[in-house]
């Protein structure tokens, strides 16, 4: 469950609360019984390190095999004989 920050607008007294999504938004201050509002902040969520690319969340794309790979997979040419042939 989130933790909501409140604040105060008439004593400045600043709260924590672990509230559902559902629940409703606490109104009155505990301290004073004023009003009070929710204070909005940044998430806190840092992605680092390598591998969060742009292209990771997309779909399947159909892209060209690299060259270097298409090489190595493709099929060996043929050998030559050393036998002498029956013909010959």
Known sequence: MPTYEYLCNQCEHGFEV??????AAIQVCPKCNGDVRKVYNNVGVVFKGSGFYKTDSRGTQTSK???SASKSESAPAPKKDSKPTANG
């Open 18 to 23: 672990v509230q559902s999504f559902t629940e």
């Open 65 to 67: 095999p690299d060259s």
